[in-house]
């Protein structure tokens, strides 16, 4: 299962906008994703709710979880590349 971490890059944290995009491209790929606070239960990724209940803000760490399965390791990368930017520019 690749996982990594990542530092939330949006100024106002993982809201709706970077949450959407995290949303939808777990959903489009059909492997289960799971996001979390270090050391925290994960939730589903594909959850826009469940995401946005994290209360993530900038600057903190996610732990970013996905199963094994065809075009897991491109999809943690985009994942991170998400996460990582400012959507908010």
Known sequence: MPSTTVVVG???G???RPASLLVKAS?????SV????PGE???NAA???SV???GVKMG???EINVANGDNADELLAELVDIVSRDHDE
């Open 10 to 12: 949006s100024k106002v």
């Open 14 to 16: 993982l809201h709706a």
């Open 27 to 31: 959903s489009n790929s059909g492997l």
């Open 34 to 37: 799971t996001v979390s606070k």
């Open 41 to 43: 239960s994960g939730v």
């Open 47 to 49: 959850s826009l709710l």
């Open 52 to 54: 946005l209940s994290l």
């Open 60 to 62: 903190e760490t996610i």
